[in-house]
């Protein structure tokens, strides 16, 4: 298993904080198939192969039809990863394939630009200061507003140091 350097995961997080900046997203949730087309990127939608659930080609990324809505908006901000990161070569990704340092760094991209540490600290104050109530705990309240599944919601929490 790869794992990340502090130093690259930093340069990642910083990139992914530009495009929202030079995009002027204020907004929550943050749409990465409208950020990949200011990035002159194509996101098409189409049923692919076996497990695959999104590629980018170099030009354009393809997402599975058949996914939900969050996973759509992940795997399409995972994709804009590659694209952002200068990926080399043709990024197939699937669940299997996370494993190597390319689909991390992809992974940790999204992460970084669909749930911002700024917006997500944010949201935790709100919630530890008893400012919403309709949610049975913070991961599900995390989920509901950056509109990101729950798991990928508890993982960011967990890593930026929140859980
Ligand atoms: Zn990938």
Request: glycine residues 8%.
């Amino acid at each position: 298993m790869t794992t990340l350097s502090d130093v690259r995961m930093a340069e990642i997080e910083q990139k992914a904080g530009s495009m929202l900046t030079e995009n002027q997203v204020e907004r929550l949730p943050v749409r990465p198939d409208w950020l990949a087309e200011r990035a002159g990127i194509k996101v098409s939608q189409k049923p692919l192969e076996g497990i695959k659930q999104g590629d980018y080609d170099g030009n354009v990324i393809s997402i599975d039809v058949n996914l939900g809505p969050r996973q759509k908006r992940y795997v399409t901000a995972h994709e804009l990863g590659h694209a952002v990161l200068e990926h080399k070569g043709r990024n197939a990704c699937d669940t299997a394939a996370s494993q190597t340092t390319e689909e991390r760094e992809a992974d940790w991209f999204a992460k970084a630009l669909l749930l911002p540490r700024g917006s997500l600290g944010d949201a935790v104050e709100r919630y530890r200061g008893k400012q919403v109530t309709a949610f049975q705990n913070l991961v599900e309240f995390v989920s509901s507003i950056f509109e990101v599944e729950e798991r990928i919601a508890y993982e960011r929490l967990k890593e930026c140091g929140h859980l």
